[in-house]
């Protein structure tokens, strides 16, 4: 991005350490991090607005659930521009300015701090990988299978080097694995990673685990979906909330559930 070299930015780590609450913030990227940031600072006051280069924000997710929490935070006040690609940044006076453009046109958004909240990525490419036979992605992730073994055989790699999901309780689970099968002799243990849970921790929560819809009918299966608005559930009716909504994924065939989101505003209905 041109001018960022030029300009003092938040990462996640210098936002939670802040001395004084800026009237404006631009939040750039619309995935899980950005928007727990993007409502938090918001609740404080803060004029939000989020960046995301995608059509919609939680591009992996289901988009009726994206969509859903889209509208909450846009009545919270949080502008939410998507399908942008960022040009320049710079700095005037107490503000940042970030120059954009969105369906042909140029537009710009001043704040008083800006949050990049648009991934990590992995720090390997002074580890001379190729030389050891190990490969990577076009990001420079390693490539691994569900064993934890790398495209060389007697190499194994665990954590966030190795891409999505980067969750602590995964890496470990993951470390476990590539030591266990680094040195047992035995049969190899392996990770389902359809089988780990996330959450995106705004408010409302969105919840999931297993498969969506997209990545169903990718891997060439008949996907029998429902969705479940809360309006039909009794219990919201009872607390006087009807907000949110589930997803299940259903094999056709099989009618095997593949895959659970929710976007409940109140976790116990």
Excluded at 141 to 167: I, R, Y
Excluded at 215 to 227: D, E
Aim: with cysteine.
């Amino acid at each position: 991005m041109k001018g960022i070299q030029n300009v003092h930015y938040l990462t996640n780590e210098e936002a939670l350490n802040l001395q004084e609450l800026p009237q404006s913030l631009c939040v750039i990227g619309g995935r899980a991090l950005g928007l727990e940031f993007a409502q938090m600072y918001a609740q404080f006051g803060t004029r939000v607005t989020v960046l995301q280069r995608s059509q919609r924000i939680l591009p992996e997710g289901e988009p009726v659930v994206s969509n859903a929490l889209a509208g909450y935070m846009k009545e919270m006040g949080i502008g939410i521009k998507t399908g942008v690609t960022i040009k320049t940044i710079e700095e005037k006076g107490s503000n940042k300015v970030v120059k954009y453009t969105s369906k042909r046109k140029n537009l710009l958004v001043k704040s008083e701090q800006v949050l990049f909240a648009t991934g990590r990525r992995p720090n390997t490419e002074d580890l001379q990988l190729s030389a050891a036979g190990v490969e990577t992605d076009e990001k420079g992730f390693v490539k691994v299978n569900n064993q934890m073994q790398t495209s060389a055989l007697h190499v194994w790699a665990a954590g966030d080097v190795t891409g999505e999901p980067m969750l602590e309780t995964i890496a470990a689970k993951e470390g476990l694995v590539a030591v266990e099968n680094a040195f047992s002799k035995g049969p190899k243990k392996r990770i389902n990673f359809d089988e780990v849970p996330s959450a995106v921790f705004t408010y409302p929560e969105v919840a999931r685990v297993g498969l969506t819809e997209s990545q169903v009918k990718a891997r060439g299966m008949h996907c029998s979906c429902v969705t479940l608005p809360f309006d039909l559930v009794p219990k919201a009716h009872v607390i006087g909330d009807m907000r949110g909504l589930l997803k299940l994924v259903i094999n056709n065939d099989t009618k095997q559930i593949l895959g659970y989101t929710s976007y409940p505003l109140t976790p116990q209905t």
